[in-house]
């Protein structure tokens, strides 16, 4: 068995052999764009939450909108939290 992955965004990812096919936005993501994950390490979960918007706006397929539309609940989620 091959040693796990694991990423920390918004929350743990762990990816290990067990995992299935992973799709990892690189605009909406902590290691792939610096603008998000400052946002993020700020606090600022409205601006990642229109950031992430912008990427769904553009992104190719359906696969990745709804891959982004679960990010963008995620964030709504946090913001909240935060009230």
């Known amino acids: 068995m091959s040693r796990p992955m694991r990423l ?3 929350e743990p990812l762990n990816i290990d052999d067990d995992s299935l096919f992973v799709n990892v936005g690189e605009r909406t993501n ?3 764009s610096r603008a998000f994950a400052k946002l993020v390490l700020a606090g600022d979960f409205a601006g990642a939450t ?3 918007k912008q990427a769904q ?3 190719p397929t ?3 909108k709804q891959s982004i539309q679960a ?3 995620r964030l709504d989620a946090k913001q909240d ?3």
């Open 71 to 73: 990010l963008i609940t």
């Open 50 to 52: 229109s950031d992430a």
């Open 57 to 59: 706006a553009v992104a």
């Open 30 to 32: 902590v290691t792939g």
């Open 81 to 83: 939290i935060n009230k």
């Open 8 to 10: 920390a965004g918004l």
């Open 62 to 64: 359906d696969a990745q």
